[in-house]
């Protein structure tokens, strides 16, 4: 397993250095000038050039690009163009928040959505199968922004029964729980789908396996079945699924955080995108990045575990 982990490690890199010089190059479209805005409208053309100069702008994209990887590699963000703080201090205090939205999204949605696709597949051709199969469909069929925007709407603004703006505190806290359970809420539903569709899937693949049959030839009673037999070897598929699924999570973060104005990476990297704060931009690029590789090694220790023959290729 160490070997496994280490290689895919080493092909992360490759991947990451075609995020970083995909992130560049795109920022590059966005239109505007940073030098102007920072400036102001009443600047002169040399103050502007000035300003230009003074944060490489000047340069040819290849240069300002080898600049900026060489400083990556020796753990320098650089400087907001805007804020004139260091990237990294920002970047530190808007990791904190989208790392509990996604924990907390994890945390509900993983294990309603087994459970609904497990249910699904004991009822299969039931009405209740169909009712789980017309959930999962809605959840993945609506975008994250509708839904947010449907939350915000009545539970927050009619009912009354939630705050959705900013985040209050640490999660520890109840209303650092409040404020999240929104925004976690709308993150979760768009995740609850595949899971429960992957899941329903595999479990009916696995019950007409030999084992299960002989399961309950043994007189297992079936709830036991479903849980030892057919739960552990139906849940490889779907933890690859949420591998796969995180940069669709990712995604989902960047939308709802702005949203529900949300201090995470996502709503900053937005911030910095539309402010054409270069140095900014790639640094929330970078951390997004590597989330979603980090996510998925983690994804491969479990399923490891869920199957140890992937240790020992």
């Not at 309603?112 to 249910?119: C, D, F, K, P, S």
């Not at 469909?137 to 009912?159: A, K």
């Not at 899937?201 to 009673?221: P, Q, S």
Request: glycine share 10%; charged share 10%; aromatic share 8%.
């Amino acid at each position: 397993m160490g070997v496994h982990l280490i290689h895919r490690a080493v092909l992360s890199i490759p991947v990451l250095f075609g995020v970083l010089l995909l992130g560049f190059l795109l920022l590059q479209l966005v239109p505007g000038d940073v030098a102007q805005v920072i400036a102001g409208p009443q600047a002169t053309p040399e103050v502007v050039a000035q300003i230009r100069k003074d944060l490489g702008l000047d340069r040819s994209l290849v240069v300002q690009f080898f600049i900026y990887i060489t400083r990556v590699l020796q753990g320098d963000l650089g400087y907001s163009m805007i804020n004139n703080t260091p990237v990294i201090h920002e970047l530190a205090e808007a990791i904190g928040p989208t790392a509990e939205l996604m924990l907390a999204c994890l945390i509900w949605s993983v294990p309603v959505g087994i459970a609904l696709g497990t249910i699904a597949a004991v009822y299969r051709g039931h009405a209740l199968d169909r009712i789980i199969i017309a959930i999962s469909v809605f959840g993945v069929s609506m975008p994250v922004f509708f839904i947010g925007l449907m939350l915000i709407m009545y539970v927050g603004y009619h009912w009354e029964l939630l705050p959705f703006l900013g985040r209050a505190g640490p999660i520890w806290t109840l209303d650092g729980l409040a404020h999240l359970a929104l925004p976690s809420l709308t993150l979760g539903l768009i995740f609850i789908g595949p899971v429960a569709r992957m899941t329903r899937t595999a479990a009916l693949e696995v019950m007409n396996a030999d084992y299960v049959r002989t399961a309950r030839a043994k007189g297992l009673a079936e709830h036991t079945v479903i849980i030892r037999h057919v739960l552990r070897n139906a849940l490889i598929p779907v933890v690859t699924l949420i591998g796969l699924q995180a940069g669709y999570l990712l995604g989902g973060a960047v939308v709802t955080e702005t949203i529900f104005s949300w201090p995470g990476v996502g709503r900053l990297a937005v911030g910095a995108i539309l402010a054409r704060d270069l140095p900014l931009a790639q640094g929330s690029i970078l951390i997004l990045a590597v989330s979603f590789i980090v996510i998925n090694l983690i994804v491969d220790v479990l399923y490891g575990i869920l199957d140890p023959r992937v240790g020992k290729r």
